[in-house]
């Protein structure tokens, strides 16, 4: 009898030490690079692990300087298009690459003062201009946080700020697509597209925190002209123009389709 029941004791805790340790079948799953299936749970850990080594593109951009607040944004600007983002600056304050790159140019350029541009991977430019010192020279490559230079305000600015620009295949874009100054970080929708054409092209149809949803086509109401319709939709007249094959000299009519993208 006691055999018996060392036998059934045996039988009972191996069935349970078995049990302990079943797992699913249909939830492992063949993962490139390891040879035995892993979990579900195991995988998410592996995504997650992914995505903060190798994060997208925009998401490796830095803020240029310390400054947050905006005081004068991109699109038409004293009857004509102002293609950069204005961030108040004290001066002298440094200002950093936002991504690696090479500078291209470190000198005196019109309006634009002491002017830092920086060429990066994809065709994208960054500007950096009225700056009141520069701190590399052109030719020279920085790493993103490096500093280039201190604010200022030479050339043509009322007060020290940084003049910022953004530009892929030379097109300049809106530099708020991609940072949220206010909140000193990157948009979450910058964090998923590849280029700056990409992105624009998802922020204009719904709009974005400092701009109105662009129509794909805009139907001209009482009281529009080329001039409002360009600074409510920060666009350039000469775009508007163009893609609807008409001259800023044009009469619009009420009613009247005008493509915007």
């Not at 992914?50 to 593109?57: D, L, Q, R, S, V």
């Not at 430019?125 to 020279?140: D, I, M, P, Q, R």
């Amino acid at each position: 009898m006691q055999k018996v029941f060392l036998l059934f004791t045996f039988f009972w805790l191996f069935s349970g030490i078995v049990q302990a340790q079943y797992v699913n079948t249909d939830s492992l799953v063949i993962w490139p690079g390891i040879s035995d299936p892993i979990t579900i749970n195991q995988v998410k850990v592996i995504k997650i692990q992914f995505k903060e080594n190798n994060p997208t593109f925009f998401e490796q951009f830095l803020l240029p300087g310390s400054g947050g607040n905006v005081i004068s944004r991109f699109g038409p600007r004293s009857g004509r298009m102002h293609y950069g983002t204005d961030i108040k600056m004290n001066l002298g304050d440094t200002i950093l690459a936002v991504k690696d790159g090479t500078v291209n140019r470190a000198s005196y350029y019109y309006g634009f003062g002491n002017l830092v541009v920086i060429q990066h991977e994809k065709n994208l430019e960054t500007y950096y201009a009225h700056l009141s010192k520069f701190l590399v020279k052109k030719g020279e490559w920085v790493k993103k946080g490096n500093p280039i230079g201190l604010a200022g305000s030479t050339g043509r600015a009322r007060g020290n700020h940084l003049h910022f620009e953004i530009r892929e295949s030379g097109k300049p874009f809106d530099s708020e697509m991609v940072f949220d100054f206010e909140k000193r970080q990157i948009r979450n929708d910058a964090k998923k597209e590849e280029t700056l054409a990409q992105l624009h092209k998802i922020l204009k149809p719904k709009g974005y925190s400092t701009n109105v949803a662009v129509p794909e086509y805009y139907k001209v109401r009482l009281g529009d002209s080329l001039w409002v319709i360009s600074r409510r939709y920060k666009m350039s007249i000469n775009s508007i123009c163009r893609l609807n094959n008409i001259s800023e000299n044009s009469v619009l009519q009420i009613g009247q389709p005008l493509k915007m993208y």
